[in-house]
């Protein structure tokens, strides 16, 4: 089906022809029609034009206003202040166009006009080491941003940089070769636990002897050397350690709900064969030059504390590659290789000036242009109630896999507390007490992530996430469920549009904000802020809790009232669970 033009663009579009109309001497002007408390919309695209065509405004307005023949949208139009019009729709131009919504598998939500290629690079975990709260962000955001461009019709390339390649390898590798059995199991089917223990295990013993060995450490530096140059033996080990620590990524980010497939993990390794030649064509193409034995990109805006230049290293002096060399080749992979027309990178706003020189490298070497560019998502850290970087009693980095299991009890005892207020016979039994655990928890993390700007710090407070009350996903899960509810108590009444039923205040406001799905999918695809949609979100939910207590719905005072009502709360239901999807949270049914 295709898309249904939201009201807003009906009633700009009905704005635009009666501009052009009374006032053919402006053009095509744009009439900047927006929401607005004092009515449905307000149109203030007339003062500019006043100004323009030196009239006045309230005089321009109400011929306007006079241009605009009868019509089934527009209720009323009154010219307010200085040359504003306050618009009001017609309760059937909401009801019918909510109708042609809810006709719609996609909710009327239109596809990007211009799609693309866009390849994001989230969820970086290192390989043979653990994942911690520093991950959260990167993956919670990084997922969402991959379902809401993909909504939005946008080819998306999934890539994974893990840390997969550098020197600590060589002490690994060499005290795996010295210790073979290190990395057995007692079974076959291993669980992440397992395996991420084995690693632990292996790097803290690999460590110790390094530190206290010389002899070991040697042989360890000999071994870099041999995984740099290709050494078969050295490299199947290699992948010992990468396919070990897999089975651990992949049961951590099955805990998040989230799919990570093998095809989409490129890690640091993937690129080698191609750092030589980015170099060379950096070099050659003088857009980096050697600098105290270093092949180094210079920029004018960054400098040092002591006002030198600050330079990209592409190259080091003693001949080896740093993460510029690789993040460039990947750019190279994703733009020639991959086709893409948009590079996005979910990475710590730390890392920014590090990804600015990136980004304006390859532009000077023209891998990047006016057709192909790259966007930081940058976010900011997780912090503990007390306001500081988030720790654990014992000033260690707070384990990923700990912070989820203790969301997911916290959301069991909430769970289980709701449980007991329903009758006997509909309670959850203890499977799914665990399954809405799971679910609830794990939406619990990701919406306290997602519904804050990615670019700002958030405080990790349980409690506040698990709540029934205030901003939080268990929020919006209950409004899903309890509307189910309803749905299934309503017996032989069905959801039907009625758009000749008027509608109350509270009907209108929810019906209106319902309408605005489509064109607040579209502002998030285009600036890749996925905590606009938890806003829009928890907006709906908090209309449609209005809207409960304010209009009876199986006891509305006529049967198209109440099938009507029961419309507005399927298209309701629907638009929370295809939102929720899409930030990557389940909206269960029974809670």
Same mark, same amino acid.
């Given at each position: 089906?295709?898309?249904?033009?939201?009201?807003?663009?009906?009633?700009?579009?009905?704005?635009?022809?009666?501009?052009?109309?009374?006032?053919?001497?402006?053009?095509?002007?744009?009439?900047?029609?927006?929401?607005?408390?004092?009515?449905?919309?307000?149109?203030?695209?007339?003062?500019?034009?006043?100004?323009?065509?030196?009239?006045?405004?309230?005089?321009?307005?109400?011929?306007?206003?006079?241009?605009?023949?009868?019509?089934?949208?527009?209720?009323?139009?009154?010219?307010?202040?200085?040359?504003?019009?306050?618009?009001?729709?017609?309760?059937?131009?909401?009801?019918?166009?909510?109708?042609?919504?809810?006709?719609?598998?996609?909710?009327?939500?239109?596809?990007?006009?211009?799609?693309?290629?866009?390849?994001?690079?989230?969820?970086?975990?290192?390989?043979?080491?653990?994942?911690?709260?520093?991950?959260?962000?990167?993956?919670?955001?990084?997922?969402?941003?991959?379902?809401?461009?993909?909504?939005?019709?946008?080819?998306?390339?999934?890539?994974?940089?893990?840390?997969?390649?550098?020197?600590?390898?060589?002490?690994?590798?060499?005290?795996?070769?010295?210790?073979?059995?290190?990395?057995?199991?007692?079974?076959?089917?291993?669980?992440?636990?397992?395996?991420?223990?084995?690693?632990?295990?292996?790097?803290?013993?690999?460590?110790?002897?390094?530190?206290?060995?010389?002899?070991?450490?040697?042989?360890?530096?000999?071994?870099?050397?041999?995984?740099?140059?290709?050494?078969?033996?050295?490299?199947?080990?290699?992948?010992?350690?990468?396919?070990?620590?897999?089975?651990?990524?992949?049961?951590?980010?099955?805990?998040?709900?989230?799919?990570?497939?093998?095809?989409?993990?490129?890690?640091?390794?993937?690129?080698?064969?191609?750092?030589?030649?980015?170099?060379?064509?950096?070099?050659?193409?003088?857009?980096?030059?050697?600098?105290?034995?270093?092949?180094?990109?210079?920029?004018?805006?960054?400098?040092?504390?002591?006002?030198?230049?600050?330079?990209?290293?592409?190259?080091?002096?003693?001949?080896?590659?740093?993460? %510029?060399?690789? /993040?460039?080749?990947?750019?190279? &992979?994703?733009?020639?290789? +991959?086709?893409? #027309? *948009?590079? @996005? =990178?979910?990475?710590?706003?730390?890392?920014?000036?590090?990804?600015?020189?990136?980004?304006?490298?390859?532009?000077?070497?023209?891998?990047?242009?006016?057709?192909?560019?790259?966007?930081?998502?940058?976010?900011?850290?997780?912090?503990?109630?007390?306001?500081?970087?988030?720790?654990?009693?014992?000033?260690?980095?707070?384990?990923?896999?700990?912070?989820?299991?203790?969301?997911?009890?916290?959301?069991?005892?909430?769970?289980?507390?709701?449980?007991?207020?329903?009758?006997?016979?509909?309670?959850?039994?203890?499977?799914?007490?665990?399954?809405?655990?799971?679910?609830?928890?794990?939406?619990?993390?990701?919406?306290?992530?997602?519904?804050?700007? %990615?670019?700002? /710090?958030?405080?990790?407070?349980? &409690?506040?996430?698990?709540? +029934?009350?205030? #901003? *939080?996903? @268990? =929020?919006?899960?209950?409004?899903?469920?309890?509307?189910?509810?309803?749905?299934?108590?309503?017996?032989?009444?069905?959801?039907?549009?009625?758009?000749?039923?008027?509608?109350?205040?509270?009907?209108?406001?929810?019906?209106?904000?319902?309408?605005?799905?489509?064109?607040?999918?579209?502002?998030?695809?285009?600036?890749?802020?996925?905590?606009?949609?938890?806003?829009?979100?928890?907006?709906?939910?908090?209309?449609?809790?209005?809207?409960?207590?304010?209009?009876?719905?199986?006891?509305?005072?006529?049967?198209?009232?109440?099938?009507?009502?029961?419309?507005?709360?399927?298209?309701?239901?629907?638009?929370?669970?295809?939102?929720?999807?899409?930030?990557?949270?389940?909206?269960?049914?029974?809670?």
């Amino acid at each position: 089906m295709a898309s249904v033009p939201s009201l807003a663009s009906t009633v700009q579009q009905r704005l635009a022809d009666a501009l052009s109309a009374a006032l053919p001497e402006a053009g095509s002007a744009d009439p900047l029609l927006r929401r607005s408390d004092r009515a449905d919309f307000q149109a203030n695209g007339i003062l500019a034009l006043a100004k323009k065509l030196k009239g006045n405004p309230r005089e321009l307005a109400t011929r306007v206003v006079a241009a605009i023949p009868a019509n089934d949208v527009v209720k009323d139009i009154e010219v307010s202040g200085p040359g504003f019009l306050n618009v009001t729709v017609t309760d059937a131009a909401i009801t019918g166009t909510l109708a042609a919504r809810a006709a719609d598998d996609r909710l009327g939500v239109p596809y990007a006009e211009k799609a693309g290629t866009t390849v994001i690079d989230y969820a970086q975990p290192n390989v043979a080491k653990e994942m911690h709260v520093g991950h959260l962000r990167s993956a919670v955001i990084g997922d969402a941003m991959v379902k809401i461009l993909e909504f939005a019709g946008e080819k998306v390339i999934r890539r994974h940089h893990i840390g997969d390649w550098g020197t600590q390898f060589g002490m690994l590798i060499q005290y795996l070769m010295e210790h073979p059995h290190e990395l057995d199991h007692k079974d076959a089917d291993v669980s992440g636990e397992e395996a991420m223990s084995n690693l632990n295990r292996l790097y803290k013993a690999a460590r110790a002897l390094f530190d206290s060995d010389e002899e070991f450490k040697a042989r360890s530096r000999d071994r870099v050397v041999a995984l740099q140059s290709g050494d078969e033996e050295t490299l199947a080990l290699w992948q010992r350690f990468v396919d070990e620590s897999k089975i651990y990524f992949y049961s951590v980010f099955d805990k998040l709900d989230m799919r990570i497939e093998d095809p989409d993990v490129v890690g640091e390794s993937g690129y080698n064969d191609m750092l030589d030649e980015t170099c060379r064509l950096l070099e050659e193409s003088g857009v980096a030059v050697r600098s105290e034995g270093a092949l180094c990109v210079f920029f004018d805006d960054v400098k040092g504390p002591d006002g030198n230049p600050v330079p990209l290293i592409v190259r080091k002096s003693n001949g080896g590659y740093g993460y %510029a060399a690789t /993040d460039l080749s990947a750019i190279r &992979d994703r733009v020639q290789q +991959l086709g893409a #027309d *948009t590079l @996005v =990178y979910v990475v710590d706003a730390r890392q920014s000036l590090h990804f600015k020189m990136v980004f304006e490298t390859a532009r000077r070497a023209g891998w990047l242009n006016d057709r192909t560019h790259a966007v930081q998502l940058a976010f900011g850290t997780v912090l503990g109630k007390d306001g500081k970087p988030f720790k654990t009693r014992e000033g260690e980095t707070v384990r990923l896999v700990d912070l989820l299991d203790e969301a997911i009890d916290r959301a069991a005892a909430v769970v289980r507390e709701k449980n007991q207020d329903v009758p006997e016979a509909q309670r959850l039994t203890e499977d799914e007490i665990a399954e809405r655990a799971a679910q609830v928890g794990i939406g619990a993390i990701k919406y306290a992530d997602l519904s804050t700007s %990615a670019s700002r /710090d958030y405080k990790f407070d349980l &409690d506040q996430m698990v709540s +029934l009350n205030g #901003d *939080t996903s @268990v =929020y919006l899960q209950y409004a899903y469920a309890r509307i189910k509810s309803i749905i299934r108590k309503a017996g032989e009444a069905e959801p039907v549009a009625h758009p000749e039923v008027a509608l109350a205040p509270a009907e209108r406001a929810l019906g209106l904000h319902l309408d605005r799905f489509g064109e607040t999918l579209g502002e998030v695809a285009e600036t890749y802020e996925p905590h606009k949609l938890a806003a829009y979100l928890y907006q709906l939910a908090s209309l449609y809790t209005s809207f409960y207590s304010e209009c009876p719905v199986l006891k509305a005072d006529t049967p198209e009232q109440v099938e009507n009502r029961l419309f507005l709360c399927d298209l309701t239901a629907r638009t929370l669970h295809q939102g929720m999807a899409l930030l990557g949270i389940r909206t269960p049914e029974r809670l």
